[in-house]
């Protein structure tokens, strides 16, 4: 969902990205999770992630590699 909101007196933009998906069984693409980590990490200045239940070791590890990724480019 893509909105404009005024603060402050100027108009600010606002992105949200639904993500939902992430680490399917079903998709064989096993780099599409962390391409898309990526780019969410990179073009937010806030990242929120709801997950249901415990986070899987794979998932901690993609934000971990994806993080570090981060750092090495600025």
Known sequence: ???NFVHGG???KLLLL???GIQ???R???SFDKR???FCLSISHVTIICNKGDLH???LDLLELV???LDEIK
């Open 18 to 20: 639904d993500t939902e």
């Open 24 to 26: 399917s069984a079903e």
């Open 36 to 38: 898309l980590f990526l």
């Open 10 to 12: 100027k108009i600010k």
């Open 28 to 30: 064989e693409d096993k």
């Open 67 to 69: 993080i570090k990724t």
């Open 1 to 3: 969902a893509f909105m």
């Open 57 to 59: 070791n794979n998932t």
